[in-house]
């Protein structure tokens, strides 16, 4: 296990230990706000809570994982020869990944046919880049690290390319009051996306020993953090803004029918 | 480690053990009377449950924290080397702190815009204020303690700046029987919110070891139970209130509607 120093292991400890807490809170956030939604949204906004909730459980085991890797004697970090178990991220990532792009086409309430074949291909796309990602992320050299992920990338950019521009007829016929937030939320899957590969890249591009593995274990949990926690957050506005948007419609309609009887 | 008496080991060991008890039960007031108050003041008491259920989360992982960095035997309290992990509460603080301000401006139920616009505002704010704080509470020195110290106080004077001038006109506009209540739970906060900045003074002011450690740990966890717990409890009565008179409101509508037919 890597030499590190007692601010990097501290560092990484209290990264995972917010990433326990955010997501935790996130989860509780979603379950509870279910309710406030209308039935179409439900789906989504469960889907949701159902990332954050993979996610804490990750993170639990990530902070356990990382403790239980190294001890500390005062200001000194000695590795008890315990392995840090890194495929935790991947196991997570296979899970929660292709449920994110579900949680986005959910949101969007396309018809069902489009609903079912958009989810698949997106899942599927996500599921084989985490997939192409991980043998990259345990190889020795980083000859081998560089090969997968060039091959993670092509999925990635295939997804990139469907979200731009397989669901730009989708979002054009989203209810003009939240089409800025789906767009939005579009977007911040893309650019919060982006930081995993970045992440990957820091022992390819000179970063070593304890500042690699700081720089890795902190970034994965930040761009965790958005691209779970705050953009399901998104997505449940999206789905509340809808939802009184559509009541509304549906109000005015009943209105006008009375008074044409 | 510091060298404490076992009558400081005990009080902050009681103290925290406190602050458990009190977050939990306060998280689970919330989530159980969120049903009892209006749809539009159930996503402030749903971040009011969630500000103590992150409280919750840090005060058990303070509490172990504390245990693991001490040994008693008999009356004799030894530092075990396990370092005690103060960090916890700037963890806790980076998430619970913005989300008390974006409470008090949901159960105020301003235009949407001002809802995000000073939700934004007030929430970065608080999220500066702690980030600068914390690099002054692991400095060795007195000197670098002051500095982050006057550092952190800048967006603190904001923040009472914008809770006494920028929602002056947003507290005229409460309705009359929650207007003593909302403008009380602004003072609740910057009251409560300036132990925090005299508790970080403690070790400046002459307190030093076991006192220091003592009155820092005791200190904070009085003021998070303040800032927190009663202050949500204010904000839930604040909902309720605000509830139960807009719903006679709409009953007396209804009856002149009716009347007038």
């Known amino acids: 296990m890597t030499e590190i120093s007692l601010s990097q292991y501290s560092f990484v400890y209290n990264a995972l230990s917010f990433g326990i807490a955010a997501m935790g809170a996130a989860t509780v956030f979603f379950f509870l706000g279910r309710s406030q939604v209308s039935k179409d949204y439900r789906l989504a906004v469960t889907v949701t809570g159902l990332v954050t909730l993979i996610a804490t459980y990750h993170y639990f085991r990530i902070f356990q994982s990382w403790e239980a890797a190294y001890s500390i004697m005062g ?31 959910l949101v969007m309430k396309l018809p069902p046919k489009e609903t079912y074949t958009k989810s698949v291909r997106l899942g599927l796309l996500a599921a084989v880049m985490v997939a192409l990602g991980y043998p990259g992320e345990v190889a020795g050299s980083l000859g081998a690290r560089w090969i997968w992920w060039v091959l993670a990338m092509i999925p990635f950019v295939l997804i990139v390319y469907e979200l731009f521009f397989g669901l730009r007829d989708s979002i054009q016929s989203q209810p003009q009051a939240a089409r800025g937030m789906v767009s939005a939320a579009r977007w911040i899957t893309v650019l919060s996306w982006c930081f995993y590969p970045l992440v990957y890249l820091f022992p390819m591009v000179g ?13 994965y949990t930040l761009a965790d953090l958005i691209a779970k926690a705050a953009f399901g957050v998104f997505i449940y506005f999206i789905a509340l803004r809808k939802s009184e948007v559509e009541l509304s419609a549906n109000r005015m309609v009943d209105k006008e029918f009375v008074a044409a009887e």
């Open 75 to 105: 200001s000194k970090v000695t590795p008890t020869g315990q392995p840090f178990n890194d495929a935790y991220r991947y196991v997570d990532w296979l899970l929660t990944v292709p449920l994110l792009l579900v949680e986005l086409i």
């Open 207 to 219: 970063l070593s020993g304890g500042a690699a593995l700081t720089g890795v274990q902190v970034g």
